[in-house]
């Protein structure tokens, strides 16, 4: 049986996050852990000057946790890599990593799957992004953003010269929302990777990726799997 952490363990780690100098990751999935236990691992977090990667997936600190986290970050100049999947994350949380993000110059991998997070959430998101000049890649997989997110989220990619990973499988945004960003890409000439799965598009939105890839010449990585496309979809864009 997994030993959960509890908070005297979290401030041990906490105390040796101070003074180790050669810790680099740390992963701290599935434990349970609330917005006390952020409290006190920022302390150390404050001081360290070596962890780059930090993985806090599947915890349950919600919106006060992200916040007490995102606050931290606004002056880190060491984590490159943050993994919050699975922590009942909303939009009142996403909001709190926007302030973050239009601050730190060194965040480069930011992981927000599998969370609570629909619209106004992405809009605050998109909108840093468009300031932003550290992020490389956005996993938003698994939320509840439609067509309006989708739409924003275009707008950025319109003006945004540094993401190269952007990932919306399991959102429902739509044929729409595909348009958009299909749209935004024909101008588009840093993102790599695109994951639209399981996104509730029709074949309508192969003539718009269609028609973009003919003229995007940078995109390396399309994930449209599971959305039942069948084989006239693939032969639209090939």
């Known amino acids: 049986k997994k030993q959960l952490l509890n908070f005297d363990d979290m401030e041990m780690i906490a105390d040796e996050l101070k003074s180790n100098k050669y810790w680099k990751t740390m992963y701290l999935w599935d434990n ?16 360290n000057s070596t962890i780059i990667c930090l993985g806090l997936d599947s915890n349950m600190f919600g919106d006060e946790g992200v916040s007490i986290l995102a606050t931290a970050l606004k002056l880190n100049t060491t984590l490159r890599t943050i993994y919050l999947n699975a922590n009942q994350i909303t939009d009142d949380g996403a909001q709190k990593l926007d302030d973050m993000l239009q601050e730190n110059r060194r965040l480069t991998h930011l992981e ?28 938003l997989n698994g939320n509840k953003i439609s067509e309006i997110g989708a739409q924003h989220l275009a707008e950025m990619l319109e003006v945004n010269k540094i993401l190269n990973d952007l990932q919306l499988s399991s959102n429902p945004i739509g044929d729409n929302g595909v348009q958009a960003i299909a749209h935004a890409l024909q101008h588009n000439t840093t993102l790599e ?18 028609n973009m890839l003919e003229i995007n010449s940078t995109l390396k990585c399309l994930n449209i799997s599971n959305n039942n496309l069948g084989d006239e979809a693939t032969l639209i864009i090939i």
Not at 32 to 43: D, S, T
């Open 193 to 210: 990777s695109l994951h639209i799965g399981e996104t509730i598009i029709t074949i309508h939105s192969m003539h718009d990726i269609g």
């Open 112 to 139: 927000l799957s599998s969370n609570e997070i629909s619209d106004d959430g992405v809009i605050a998101i998109s909108n840093a992004l468009k300031i932003n000049k550290s992020l490389r890649t956005l996993c």
């Open 32 to 47: 349970f852990l609330n917005e006390k236990h952020m409290k006190i691992l920022i302390c150390g977090l404050k001081i």
